[in-house]
């Protein structure tokens, strides 16, 4: 008898935990803002002061020219070619002819 009692207690609570329950959401209302009326001007600021400029710099010194280079030694002259004994005449061969169109 307690384990029936015990089991339908389970079921009864497991029934009522599976209820769908509704769930209310409440949405805000959108609420349009309007700008007042522009209060008093205010009090006019200091006159900031001027900042210091920094110092220069030193201009930075010349430095020195570099020697001018020595002028190379000329090159001996080379022997004269030997004149041509025969002449190589290149002939190329014509361009093939175009194929003739299908239709």
Do not use: F
């Not at 329950?21 to 600021?45: F, I, L, R, S, Y």
């Amino acid at each position: 008898m307690n384990r029936s009692i015990i089991m339908s207690l389970l079921v009864a609570a497991l029934g009522l935990a599976a209820c769908d329950k509704p769930v209310v959401v409440n949405v805000p209302e959108d609420k349009v803002v309007v700008p007042g009326p522009a209060g008093p001007a205010g009090q006019t600021g200091e006159q900031g002061t001027q900042g210091v400029s920094g110092n220069k710099g030193d201009i930075g010194v010349k430095g020195n020219t570099g020697d001018a280079g020595v002028q190379g030694n000329e090159g001996s002259k080379g022997e004269t070619g030997k004149s041509g004994e025969s002449t190589t005449v290149i002939i190329t061969p014509p361009a093939a002819p175009e194929p003739a169109p299908t239709n």
